[in-house]
């Protein structure tokens, strides 16, 4: 009893410490799943009293050596496999995930005949075995082996029974571990081929290039090659290997491919799935001369997705391995979220061009628009210099003396014929804006002088209305630097249409110098501007709306090219009114104005 | 004696409206409808003022400013180049072809009487 007693407590100890030991390990290399395997093993061995210890993961349909300590052989630690069958006890306490111990397994011919096969040709007889359980799934098994006929007893299975909980911890950490980078690969080279596409809108081949590289990359494989269809065939799109590629071979992989000729991609034009060719050598897919050519690039599996934009296949990736063998669900997932990007990237592109394009055929047309308008106002000037020629002519008395009727009908005709080539030089000027031709005649001028042009030029107008005209021009302004003519164009425009929109009161004209620019505002007793139209009035054809200004008529244009103008002078106008309380619009030039290339108005 | 004015412009209404002008200002016209024309007619009549037009079939007005000023008998006599060009650089184009003056369409009839007077010396 006594005995029983001490050696329970040497066997608690023991467990204890093998237990923390292999925690440590666990805790300090989570990532090396052999060595903690390893020492799982060993304390297994050696705290079981067996002679050896074996762990078992399991692979799909096998079941992999991942450990072994002790004599007894087994195979290569990491390749040697099991099938995964009940004919070897093993491979049954994995199915039934349940402990089972067989006191002479070289005995059991009927129950694990192979498993008897096994244990005869090693030289072993007692087996236990407990299985490796996650989430209610048997993910391995850890079994130990005696060379004589030698039950474990119900303390040793419990101990294994601990092994094998921290064997679970040790693979289940290894896994998480490996996933985890995994996903953070996959993140970070989606990431990549994502910053590609951003960065190269317009050029398609960075994108392709970066996806076959990182699908070869990260499905650890011997060459990705990516192909776009173009009518029946497949044309070589872009390519990595990890490999070095003779030039012979280079020629021929950038060959357009028949769709039609080749099994595989009108296997994947036709399904739109994935393609997976486990073995190249066997695969009855695989022609014979695309089995030479694998045998020349030395791989033997390999991986294709489809492209697909809407329902159409319009392209294929795909990576090659040197050994035989499938491709893991997530390692497909993974190469056709690649071809999406390719596919997204592609569209990118081409929506890129038909932009670009599109914007290149407006442009064109405007420039049209804009020499046909300027071709048309040179055509219409030519007539209306004959019409004012001609009236002037007979109303300066060229063709005999006039009634005064006729000399009053007369300078209707040359009034309003003014009108109209004025309207024509608005619209040129427009045109001469828009196809970037308007630019300043640079010279001196006097300020006052320009006021002063305006002012006589308006003053039978402001006459006509009963508005009283005035300038208040400083004294002594400097000499200024601009086109003169366009300047008093501005200053006409601003003064017509405050004597067009007021109807009793003034008009005023003032001009001053500060600080290197002039100023000039022409302020009038008018109805005022609403607040909102205030920005909107030097917009092109802006006119506002309403019945007022309908019946004052009007092109709408004045204030747009005078606002080019005065910003061509590098000068800037505005306009502040109160409604009902007139309005002022307001210009600052510099003084000494450089020609600046005026914004298109477009 | 009577001045004579070549007149180099290929719009008869144009035309017509300077030969009433000069004529009924006291003034011989030579008329002449294209570039060429306008060299030949100048070396023919010998005029004392030539108006040359700028847009003009066979030879352009810059050209035919050129040819006329080249001759050695016509390089004194004053052009007064006519455009209705008025973009930037088309007055230096037509002073750069040899012009001694330059306005645009459309003028003023009267105005351009003035010029014509201030250059053939007599009172405006």
């Known amino acids: 009893m006594v005995e029983e007693l001490r050696r329970d407590l040497a066997e608690a100890r023991d467990q204890q410490a093998a237990t923390s030991d292999i925690l440590r390990v666990i805790s300090s290399s989570p990532t090396d799943l052999q060595r903690v395997v390893a020492e799982v093993a060993e304390s297994a061995a050696r705290l079981c009293d067996a002679y050896d210890a074996v762990i078992w993961q399991a692979d799909a349909d096998v079941l992999r050596l991942v450990a072994h300590h002790g004599p007894i052989e087994v195979g290569p630690v990491g390749q040697f496999t099991l099938r995964l069958v009940r004919e070897f006890l093993i491979g049954r306490i994995a199915l039934e995930r349940r402990t089972i111990q067989v006191a002479d397994l070289q005995t059991e011919i009927d129950e694990y005949p192979e498993g008897r096969d096994h244990a005869r040709r090693f030289g072993y007889h007692t087996q236990l075995g407990v299985p490796l359980i996650r989430a209610g799934e048997a993910i391995g098994v850890i079994a130990v082996r005696r060379t004589e006929v030698r039950p474990f007893t119900e303390r040793q299975v419990e101990l294994l029974r601990t092994f094998a909980d921290q064997a679970v911890i040790a693979i289940e950490n290894a896994r998480l571990f490996d996933e985890t980078r995994e996903a953070l690969e996959r993140q970070t080279a989606t990431a990549e081929v994502l910053k590609v596409i951003a960065s190269s809108p317009a050029d398609v081949q960075p994108v392709l290039d970066a996806i076959a590289a990182a699908g070869c990359r990260l499905l650890g494989g011997h060459t990705s090659i990516l192909r776009l269809l173009d009518g029946d065939a497949m044309r070589f799109g872009a390519m990595f290997s990890s490999t070095s590629t003779s030039p012979e071979v280079a020629i021929r992989i950038r060959q357009p491919l028949m769709v039609s000729a080749d099994a595989v991609p009108s296997e994947l034009v036709a399904k739109r799935k994935p393609v997976i060719i486990v073995d190249t050598e066997t695969d009855h897919r695989i022609s014979s001369a695309n089995r030479d050519i694998a045998r020349g690039r030395g791989y033997r599996s390999f991986l294709a997705v489809p492209l697909v934009r809407g329902e159409a296949v319009f392209g294929a990736l795909n990576v090659s391995r040197r050994e035989p063998g499938t491709f893991a669900d997530k390692e497909v997932v993974l190469l056709q979220t690649f071809a999406d990007q390719a596919v997204i990237a592609i569209e990118n592109v081409r929506l890129f061009e038909e932009i670009a394009q599109k914007s290149r055929e407006l442009e064109i047309a405007s420039q049209h628009k804009s020499q046909f308008v300027a071709n048309m106002s040179h055509e219409l000037r030519t007539p209306l210099a004959a019409i004012l020629g001609y009236a002037e002519l007979m109303q300066e008395g060229f063709y005999g003396a006039l009634s005064e009727k006729s000399t009053d009908a007369l300078t209707r005709i040359r009034s309003n014929g003014k009108h109209l080539l004025g309207l024509i030089n608005t619209v040129l000027d427009i045109a001469k804006i828009e196809s970037g031709q308007f630019s300043l005649n640079l010279a001196e001028y006097a300020l006052d002088s320009v006021v002063e042009t305006v002012r006589v030029a308006t003053e039978s107008l402001a006459e006509t209305k009963k508005l009283s005209l005035k300038t208040d021009v400083a004294k002594k302004l400097p000499v200024g630097l601009g086109d003169e003519q366009r300047l008093t164009q501005v200053l006409l425009n601003l003064v017509g249409n405050a004597i067009k929109f007021t109807d009793t009161g003034e008009v005023r004209i003032t001009a001053t110098a500060m600080n290197g620019h002039f100023t000039v505002a022409v302020t009038d007793t008018g109805p005022g501007i609403p607040p909102e139209e205030l920005k909107r009035v030097f917009e092109q054809f802006h006119q506002i709306d309403n019945s007022n200004t309908k019946a004052k008529g009007g092109t709408g244009l004045g204030l747009a090219i005078a606002k080019q103008i005065v910003e061509m002078h590098g000068g800037r106008i505005w306009v502040e009114s109160t409604l009902g309380k007139g309005a002022t619009f307001q210009m600052e030039l510099p003084i000494r104005a450089e020609d600046r290339k005026g914004p298109s108005a477009s | ?124």
Not at chain 2, 13 to 40: M, N, P
Not at chain 2, 79 to 92: R, T
């Open chain 2, 1 to 124: 004696m009577t001045k004579r004015i070549l007149v180099v412009e290929d719009q008869e209404d144009l035309r017509g409206i300077l030969r009433d002008l000069l004529t009924g200002s006291g003034y011989e016209v030579a008329e002449a409808v294209d570039g060429r024309d306008g060299v030949a007619k100048a070396q023919s009549e010998r005029p004392d003022l030539i108006l040359m037009d700028i847009q003009l079939p066979v030879i352009d007005g810059y050209e035919a400013i050129r040819q006329i000023k080249a001759d050695r008998n016509l390089k004194a006599t004053p052009i007064i180049a006519v455009s209705s060009f008025a973009m930037k650089g088309d007055e230096e184009k037509a002073r750069a072809s040899g012009c001694d003056h330059y306005v645009t369409k459309p003028y003023s009839p009267l105005q351009l009487l003035r010029i014509i007077r201030g250059f053939l010396g007599e009172k405006v």
